[in-house]
């Protein structure tokens, strides 16, 4: 079982930048990697990126790539997402997820299998 807590989640300006933080206790071992979805009002969850356990290979959604960066502290158990020039388009609730990460056969290549909580991302324009 894994229990995940996000944090960070506020109000920004578009242009600027947040950071989350999502706080794992303990690690299923039928799980490889953790993720981040987003899910804005009146759309479908999104997945944004993971990064494997051992923080060694990051993977993103076309969406976000080359402004999010997602790394892992692993003596924390904590996974980050460092969000820059952010766009209002961006607001979301975000969600922490821990599952499997495949290299082929899913879309989106990432399939959860627990979920945080969630924190709320507003972007103004």
């Known amino acids: 079982q894994v229990q995940l807590v996000e944090s960070g989640g506020g109000l920004v300006q578009a242009g600027g930048s947040l950071r989350l933080s999502c706080a794992a206790s303990?690690?299923?071992?039928?799980?490889?990697?953790m993720g981040w979805f987003r899910q804005a009002p009146g759309k479908e969850r999104e997945f944004v990126g993971a990064?494997?356990?051992?923080?060694?290979?990051?993977y993103y959604a076309d969406s976000v790539k080359g402004r999010f960066t997602i790394s892992r502290d692993i003596a924390e158990n904590t996974m980050y997402l460092q969000m820059n020039s952010l766009r209002p388009e961006d607001t979301a609730v975000y969600y922490c997820?821990?599952?499997?990460?495949?290299?082929?056969?899913?879309?989106?290549?990432?399939?959860?299998?627990?979920w945080g909580q969630g924190t709320q991302v507003t972007v103004s324009s």
């Open positions: 997820a821990a599952g499997t990460y495949y290299r082929s056969g899913y879309n989106p290549p990432y399939v959860p299998r627990y």
């Open positions: 303990g690690r299923a071992l039928s799980t490889n990697a």
């Open positions: 990064v494997g356990w051992s923080g060694g290979n990051t």
